[in-house]
């Protein structure tokens, strides 16, 4: 893992490495961080090293209380991420395959369990993993360019970075099974209109970590604490769910943030978080 520093506009930014392919940005402050997917020569696709560094770098993040929010990208300008890299699969014997299926499911359950709000900035291709990666965020902002997917059947395998559990959380069993089966690939006013991406915007990026920023102003505790409450109680009957978001009330409810946030508010001024 490397670090460097530099600046962006008006902004500076710093950036740490985890391997050659994933690369971590700190903005506002080192409050947003930006989780960059960085192998542009392959689309994206991720090979077990990379697989390895996705992990390594959510494992970071996940453990940094200063992020408030975490956005992936992609340093691509083609795709946000193919999926899977079929090339070095083709090349694995099977006892290959399976010793490098937790590498695989490590990336993919990294970005799933990021304590931090979530986004996800797609331009260009998202297909399998790929489009499992953004599955895994809590927010989609996708542009013109972006095709999403799960194609796996069509190449011999399933979903297996989360697909089959998450797009049906989205869209719903039905929509999901027709997504599946025919592997089709959906453009971006299609996957707005069915749900898979959750905002259109001229520039995937820019306005992933505009939205960012404005979650960022929010309480860092708070964020978490609603987050945990969001995915605990989803598919939980009522009172279940209700029970959860009272649990996360009371983690929130004597903390520094909130005696700092409703301060703020009497005084009518900008809270400076305490994040505790």
Same mark, same amino acid.
């Given at each position: 893992?490397?670090?460097?520093?530099?600046?962006?506009?008006?902004?500076?930014?710093?950036?740490?490495?985890?391997?050659?392919? +994933?690369? /971590?940005?700190?903005?506002? =402050? !080192?409050?947003?961080?930006? $989780?960059?997917?960085? #192998?542009?020569? %392959?689309?994206? *696709?991720?090979?077990?090293?990379?697989?390895?560094?996705?992990?390594?770098?959510?494992?970071?993040?996940?453990?940094?209380?200063?992020?408030?929010?975490?956005?992936?990208?992609?340093?691509?300008?083609?795709?946000?991420?193919?999926?899977?890299?079929?090339?070095?699969?083709?090349?694995?014997?099977?006892?290959?395959?399976?010793?490098?299926?937790?590498?695989?499911?490590?990336?993919?359950?990294?970005?799933?369990?990021?304590?931090?709000?979530?986004?996800?900035?797609?331009?260009?291709?998202?297909?399998?993993?790929?489009?499992?990666?953004?599955?895994?965020?809590?927010?989609?902002?996708?542009?013109?360019?972006?095709?999403?997917?799960?194609?796996? +059947?069509? /190449?011999?395998?399933?979903? =297996? !970075?989360?697909?089959?559990? $998450?797009?049906?959380? #989205?869209?719903? %069993?039905?929509? *999901?099974?027709?997504?599946?089966?025919?592997?089709?690939?959906?453009?971006?006013?299609?996957?707005?209109?069915?749900?898979?991406?959750?905002?259109?915007?001229?520039?995937?990026?820019?306005?992933?970590?505009?939205?960012?920023?404005?979650?960022?102003?929010?309480?860092?505790?708070?964020?978490?604490?609603?987050?945990?409450?969001?995915?605990?109680?989803?598919?939980?009957?009522?009172?279940?769910?209700?029970?959860?978001?009272?649990?996360?009330?009371?983690?929130?409810?004597?903390?520094?943030?909130?005696?700092?946030?409703?301060?703020?508010?009497?005084?009518?001024?900008?809270?400076?978080?305490?994040?505790?």
């Amino acid at each position: 893992m490397s670090e460097i520093s530099s600046e962006v506009g008006s902004e500076s930014v710093s950036e740490q490495r985890f391997g050659e392919f +994933v690369a /971590v940005r700190r903005h506002e =402050g !080192g409050h947003v961080a930006e $989780l960059v997917l960085d #192998r542009p020569k %392959a689309m994206n *696709a991720v090979s077990t090293g990379m697989a390895g560094s996705i992990a390594a770098a959510c494992d970071a993040l996940a453990a940094d209380r200063s992020v408030r929010v975490a956005v992936v990208t992609s340093s691509n300008d083609r795709a946000f991420c193919v999926g899977a890299d079929l090339k070095e699969r083709n090349s694995f014997t099977d006892a290959e395959l399976v010793r490098q299926r937790p590498t695989a499911r490590a990336a993919y359950a990294g970005v799933l369990e990021l304590p931090m709000p979530t986004i996800a900035a797609v331009h260009g291709f998202a297909l399998g993993g790929g489009f499992e990666l953004a599955l895994s965020c809590d927010v989609i902002v996708a542009d013109a360019t972006a095709v999403v997917g799960l194609p796996e +059947v069509s /190449v011999g395998v399933i979903p =297996g !970075g989360g697909g089959t559990q $998450l797009l049906p959380r #989205r869209v719903g %069993a039905a929509r *999901a099974a027709e997504l599946v089966f025919t592997a089709r690939r959906v453009e971006a006013a299609e996957a707005r209109e069915l749900g898979l991406v959750d905002e259109l915007a001229d520039d995937a990026r820019p306005a992933a970590l505009a939205l960012a920023v404005r979650m960022a102003a929010n309480s860092p505790v708070g964020l978490r604490a609603a987050k945990r409450a969001l995915r605990l109680g989803h598919g939980l009957d009522l009172r279940a769910g209700l029970d959860v978001e009272d649990a996360a009330w009371r983690s929130v409810a004597f903390s520094g943030d909130r005696a700092e946030g409703v301060a703020a508010f009497n005084e009518k001024r900008k809270p400076e978080w305490p994040g505790e």
